[in-house]
């Protein structure tokens, strides 16, 4: 029997950091194009969903092969809305549409345009083999290791962030690997979604991606970084 998935990638109009981030231009095409095409790509996901509030990335979506079937209402639109209710927003309106539930959702973030659609698949597949509510897409830590944080309290006291009790000064090759979210997929049962109203659920599972594939775009710096990346991988090939 053929699961059936819906990938959501939410791409509102507003942005503080880049104006109208999801239209910037990266290697010739709009932001929000990348992730379309990546997903398009995966022949296990069955609806490509662009959630905007935005005529523009509306249009530039469909355009670019996504289905874009609604406006976001105006309640889901504002800067301190979470994801998950968009995501669900999105879920309901084309299962009702359909007459059908889906088996899996998985979120793709506009912002990560260097994810390949290999790793979609790999969150895909491990989340097929049934042990698991989540599979997300991470990224091994090199730099800026959590036992290096530290805090300040009390004007100027300096503090580990993470009270192990001594100042670690061991050589980075020597901390225990550490590994933060990519920032780009998440893939989660429906009932993890709909019903227990998590993106992420209680029995998550990781797929390790390369570094330079977890950019998120949240500043220009990011953006610079994105098209940097971009420049040098279209120079060695």
């Known amino acids: 029997m053929t699961r059936r998935t819906i990938a959501v990638i939410p791409a509102r109009g507003g942005s503080k950091s880049i104006p109208r981030k999801n239209l910037v231009d990266v290697a010739g095409k709009p932001l929000v ?3 379309i095409g990546h997903a398009l790509e995966v022949p296990d996901i069955t609806d490509v969903v662009v959630s905007t509030d935005d005529p523009k990335i509306a249009d530039t979506a469909k355009s670019f092969g996504a289905q874009v079937p ?17 995501v669900q927003h999105a879920v309901a309106f084309m299962e009702a549409a359909a007459g059908d539930l889906y088996d899996a959702v998985v ?28 599979v997300v ?12 944080m530290k805090r300040i309290v009390d004007g100027d006291v300096l ?42 659920g209680n029995r998550a599972r990781a797929v390790i991606v ?28």
Do not use: W
């Open 33 to 35: 194009a990348h992730m």
């Open 70 to 86: 609604f406006k976001r209402p105006d309640d889901l639109s504002g800067d301190d809305v979470l994801s998950l209710p968009v």
């Open 107 to 134: 979120v793709l973030q506009a912002t990560a345009p260097l994810c390949r659609p290999q790793d979609i698949r790999a969150c895909l597949n491990r989340l097929s083999e049934g042990d698991c509510d989540s």
């Open 137 to 148: 897409s991470v990224v091994r830590i090199t730099s800026n290791h959590p036992f290096r």
């Open 159 to 200: 503090i580990n962030f993470l009270d192990q009790g001594f100042e670690d000064v061991r050589p980075r090759q020597q901390l225990p690997p550490v590994y933060k979210r990519s920032g780009a997929v998440y893939a989660s049962t429906r009932a993890t979604v709909m019903d227990d109203g998590q993106i992420v």
């Open 210 to 237: 390369p570094e330079d594939t977890a950019v998120d775009i949240d500043t220009p710096l990011d953006l610079a970084l994105v098209r940097l990346i971009v420049e040098e991988k279209a120079d060695s090939i």
